[in-house]
């Protein structure tokens, strides 16, 4: 299992479910279980019903977001949390780089085993969610262009992905 945890400020951002259209080479027989499912040798035929596999075109429901055109335009400052294990329609944003002088540890990852505790005062949060602000704030706007600023909320808290 991986298991990844972060552990400060971050943005919590909300898409919207779109329609897209894909471009895709698989089997495109409606009746077969493998329609649509995307391979990789154009040429080659299905294995459960031989069709030919051929390119087409399939709908299927996409975020009205990308992170990675959002991380684009603000330089990869702020960096999407989870990679591919992120959830539909909620996309994390975490800095990039730790408060200086980095007080303690944001990152816990099971590959790094460490023992420590930290204390959490309303001070010591506030402290994180100022240097979050104030340093991101032109990343943060660009962050509200695209999914709306009714979108995007600053939170600090615990972040984690899993599978
Ligand atoms: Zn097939």
């Not at 035929?45 to 603000?74: A, L």
């Not at 909620?90 to 990852?109: G, K, L, M, V, W």
């Amino acid at each position: 299992m991986y298991a990844s945890y972060f552990l400060g400020p971050y943005l919590r951002c909300v898409s919207q479910p779109v329609r897209k259209d894909r471009t895709i080479l698989a089997c495109l027989n409606k009746e077969c279980d493998k329609y649509s499912q995307p391979r990789t040798i154009p040429g080659s035929f299905c294995n459960k019903c031989g069709s030919p596999i051929t390119e087409g075109t399939v709908q299927e429901e996409g975020s009205s977001v990308s992170p990675w055109d959002v991380t684009e335009d603000i330089n990869d400052a702020l960096c999407p949390y989870g990679g591919e294990f992120t959830r539909k329609f909620i996309d994390i944003y975490i800095a990039n780089q730790s408060p200086t002088p980095a007080p303690r540890e944001y990152h816990f990852d099971k590959y790094e085993p460490h023992a420590e505790d930290t204390e959490h005062t309303p001070e010591s949060i506030q402290k994180d969610l100022d240097w979050f602000t104030t340093g991101f704030a032109s990343q943060i706007d660009i962050v509200n262009g695209h999914y709306g600023s009714e979108n995007v909320k600053v939170c600090w808290g615990h972040v984690g992905a899993y599978s």
